[in-house]
């Protein structure tokens, strides 16, 4: 499976692209920082409003920021926010989708109707609300996305385990005698590290996306400390004087959401079992 | 029929006491409440204490805040069943049914003018993008798509602003009292779903394309014009309500960001707003009317799915 997928992948231009742009971006994201001549944070006087020039490759802000600067630290507040959020989905998500299919019968019902609910709720409302609760910082905000995120991974997964624990291998095994955790650790998520991938890699720039949006309505991760959304939110105030601000902060963003997204769809092709 | 729909209503009751039920405990376990801050700026300003407690009593007492939780909770169901809410923490003025009353059309209107201009586009597109199947037509739409997917529309509202606020000076950065407000943010959230409608009118129309009955219509001599707007566009159209259903309510969560970029005075505003005042009046019946409208929607979408395609049986 996994030679079939990384043959198929490599073929894919657009895919290839975005792998390479994501590694960049992951590199840029966590080493730059320590590379950084100017902090998130630091105060250039003579810079305040300055468009790009030497010094300030992207311009400074109303402060003068490093505008920079400021983009790298967003990029690495996306990156960890869309990571760790995804880690507990994938917790959360395998786990009740694992739980539910394999056992089957009342807790399967019971599981299903709550995952119906959180897929009926609006998580963005929950998010808000969950943000309200807990405060505002970096660790609430991912534990927050990932406490909403994960009603589709469990549905996906659920399907799956209910499909392949039927199967001839999985009976051999309990006639082996291997106990249940064995068979669904070892028999059945194997076979479905294909789709959960394809949807983790969904998942991070929606995570992305959650993030921003949520400093865009001043929920996100607190001042000083930038963030895409609350940079854009920033920039839009001076944008007729000093469109550098709302320029570049939205450019990087639309370029991180769409590497993730090339890399999304190569993955889906590569695992999709349906064509050669 | 009636058996689908009273099952599903009865899990949208269930699915709305949940969401209301969630709201409410995680209002009442954040710290600190509309009124502590009311606390800090009373006393700031009289410097007499015995007076600002008064105050606090006396609005503890009009808003309910001195009843056991359970009661708060009960009193909240009942004002938003009777539709009569009383007035919100942030706007004693003004009752919550008449923000909302106020708020909630300019929210629609966003909305449904951003679902008109996304389908009015989308449809001819991805018919082009069907009949002229691998063409640029064709790849040009699904470029769309993927954009679209990958962009949230208040990225695309940055790219819109720079492109007719800064660039031509056509329109106005923000504001909602002229009809040139609604230009940008219409634009912002239709186009996004451009894509995503076309790609999926571009699948079902390919596939009604393959049917026999298009093959004896081209035999029997029927022109473009009758065989693929006439039979394949008819009944491909069907499945594009179910995207609608989900696109609509993307687009009521979209609004949130919209309306605060745009500074346009929708429900998504209040919402904001409530959230970071700790309005909890209003915060607890904005959620639950935002989820009640999402899952309405879904509703109407899944019956009106039936209708329209005899092959789907309630269940």
Known sequence: ?276 | MLRFLAKRLGFMLIALIFVSLLTFTLMHMAPGSFLDAKRISSGDVSGDEQASIDVIAEMEKRYGLDQPLWKQYLMYMEGMVAWNMGPSFQFPQMSIEEIIARAFPVSVTLAVLSVALSVVIAVPLGILAAVRQNTWWDYGAMFLSMIGNSIPAYVLAVFLMLLFSLKLHWLPTAGWTEPKHVIMPVLALGLGSVGGIARYMRTSLVEALRQDYIAAAWAKGGTFNKVVLGHALRNSLIPLVTVLGPQLARLMVGTVFIESMFRIPGLGQYFTLAANTRDFPLLMTSTVFFAFVIMGMNLIVDIAYGFLDPRIRFE
């Open chain 1, 1 to 276: 499976m996994w030679v079939r997928a990384w043959n198929k992948f490599k073929r894919n231009k657009l895919a290839v692209f975005g792998a390479v742009f994501v590694t960049l971006l992951m590199l840029t994201a966590f080493v730059g920082p320590y590379l950084l001549p100017y902090g998130y944070d630091q105060i250039d006087y003579t810079a305040v409003y300055q468009g790009p020039s030497v010094k300030h490759i992207f311009g400074a802000d109303e402060l003068g920021r490093d505008l920079f600067s400021r983009l790298v630290y967003s990029l690495r507040t996306a990156m960890i926010v869309a990571f760790g959020s995804e880690a507990i989905t994938l917790v959360a998500g395998v786990a009740i989708g694992a739980i539910a299919g394999y056992i089957g019968g009342r807790t399967d019902n019971l599981l299903m109707r709550f995952t119906d609910i959180m897929f009926a709720f609006p998580s963005f409302l929950f998010n808000v609300m969950l943000i309200a609760v807990m405060g505002r910082g970096l660790f609430t905000i991912f534990v927050a996305i990932g406490l909403t995120s994960w009603v589709g991974l469990a549905r996906l997964v659920r399907a799956e385990v209910l499909k392949i624990k039927s199967r001839e291998y999985v009976e051999a095994g309990h006639a082996m005698g291997a106990s249940n955790w064995d068979i669904v650790t070892r028999y059945i998520l194997p076979n479905v590290t294909g789709p959960i991938i394809v949807t983790m890699s969904f998942g991070v720039p929606g995570a992305m996306m959650t993030e921003s949006a949520l400093s865009l309505i001043g929920m996100g991760v607190a001042p000083p400390a930038p963030s895409f959304g609350a940079l854009i939110t920033a920039g839009q105030r001076f944008v007729l004087s000093y469109p550098h601000m709302l320029l570049w902060p939205a450019l990087v963003f639309a370029f991180t959401l769409l590497s993730f997204t090339w890399l999304g769809d190569g993955l889906r092709d590569a695992f999709d079992p349906r064509d050669n």
